[in-house]
DNA sequence: CGCATTTCCTGGTAGC
DNA sequence: TGCTACCAGGAAATGC
């Protein structure tokens, strides 16, 4: 894709604001493909940038759909140059986004806008972590999903992350230890840089771009496993909810915080 | 401003 | 088998 021009851009159904402004990609070059967090950037020539996420089941993919999927193509990229010279942008439950803004201006992206650092990278760092958490008053996994402590972590990872941290989901944020909040940046660097060696985490639909299952469910310790032994102390893992979201948590290893129950 | 709640949307599945 | 009802969730919009 990348160095490619864009040739043709359709977007097959009217999809509102998630998905906008895609005819001024028609004539850029692609200069760059860059990721973060859970967005894909390209910047294009002439000072903008296509930003796409492909929420919970979108595929970004150079192969012509299946015809079972072929109802989900949202966007028609076509490009200059030889074949595969199309790129197909499927979102078969419509929470991804895929549209054109002047590069690097987010205000139509508050999470973007706002993303913290790449987990992986030198700039998340114990003591910058811990300093975010301490200005945040909700619960550190409302935090983590947040995307402002730490790009790219959701609702799996998170789960993932507080087990191995040992640390309860409903904490606040402001009041974990120092000691709690690096096990959890630890932990957060740890699980992601597994799932990443693992392809991710494929429950039904997921597949990497080559079309592979991601292998990190064998490794889920937390996540979906409320009702089933704790990998650690064999407890019965809880289930609850938090920001909306199924959470899964061992209640021996990830004790509740002072005055929850 | 910051946080909580609601909304978007459809495939998958439980229950009958 | 076929129907209904409900759940899943990332990020934005809305509410307070």
Not at 4 to 25: C, H, M
Request: proline share 7%.
């Amino acid at each position: 894709m990348q160095g490619r021009d864009i040739l043709e851009i359709d977007l097959l159904a009217p999809l509102g604001p998630k998905y906008a402004s895609l005819e001024l990609a028609l004539g850029r070059r692609i200069e760059a493909v860059e990721r973060r967090g859970k967005f894909l950037l390209m910047p294009l020539s002439g000072g903008l940038e296509l930003v796409a996420h492909l929420g919970m089941t979108g595929v970004l993919a150079q192969d012509a759909p299946s015809e079972r999927a072929a109802s989900h193509v949202r966007v028609r990229v076509g490009l200059s140059g030889g074949a595969p010279n199309v790129l197909y942008f499927l979102d078969p439950r419509r929470f991804g986004r895929f549209l054109v803004v002047k590069r690097g201006e987010y205000a139509g992206l508050p999470t973007l806008a706002a993303l913290g650092p790449e987990p992986l990278s030198d700039g998340f760092t114990v003591a910058a972590f811990q300093s975010a958490l301490q200005r945040s008053h909700m619960s550190v996994k409302s935090y983590l999903l947040s995307q402002r402590p730490v790009a790219g972590v959701g609702n799996i990872y998170a789960d993932e992350a507080l087990w191995r941290a040992a640390v309860h989901p409903l904490t606040p944020a402001s009041a974990l230890t120092p000691e709690q909040a690096t096990r959890l940046h630890h932990a957060v660097r740890e699980v992601l840089s597994a799932a990443v060696a693992s392809q991710g985490t494929t429950l039904s639909d997921y597949r990497t771009v080559l079309g592979k299952q991601g292998e990190y469910a064998r490794q889920l310790a937390a996540y979906g496993r409320a009702g089933q032994p704790c990998p650690r102390c064999g407890t019965t893992m809880q289930r609850l909810v938090v920001g909306q979201r199924g959470t899964s948590y061992c209640p021996t290893c990830q004790a509740a915080p002072k005055g929850k129950p």
